[in-house]
């Protein structure tokens, strides 16, 4: 029960970091609430197929190195540009535009993250975006 509360919860703190990152037109627009669940839903997919896949050719991501960083951001970027794809109400302006978009969910990510832990809450919208962070800065 624990680990579905757990998905459950980072798939809304995911939605609300596109949200929020849409409303401010750093190349990601969302359509509205109910795209950006549907987006975070797609991004999750998306993003863990090219990891596995990209694990089976040896290519780990987890890598907290400046060569891990711009690895992972160029992978999120690309999955930002194939959500796309499949969301109706979400819309990525290029590759330029999902590089920003990126970068703009990893910081809003980690702002979310770190304003639930100064509440008392232990929860993380995007884990991968605590290393990235940890690694950029």
């Known amino acids: 029960m624990a680990t579905l509360l757990s998905i459950l919860l980072s798939w809304l703190l995911s939605a609300l970091v596109i949200y929020i990152v849409g409303r401010l037109n750093l190349g990601l627009t969302v359509g509205s609430f109910t795209s950006a669940l549907i987006a975070a839903a797609v991004i999750a997919i998306v993003s863990w197929l090219i990891t596995w896949l ?13 060569i891990g960083v711009i690895v992972s951001l160029i992978v999120a970027a690309i999955v930002l540009m194939i959500s796309d794809r499949f969301v109706s109400g979400m819309a990525v302006n290029g590759f330029v535009g999902a590089l920003v978009a990126a970068v ?15 509440l008392g809450f232990g929860a993380d919208a995007n884990p991968t975006t605590t290393l990235l962070l940890r690694a950029l800065f």
């Open 54 to 66: 990209l694990g089976l050719i040896g290519i780990n991501l987890g890598n907290s190195t400046l």
């Open 104 to 118: 703009a969910i990893a910081v809003v990510a980690w702002l979310v993250g770190w304003l639930l832990g100064l």
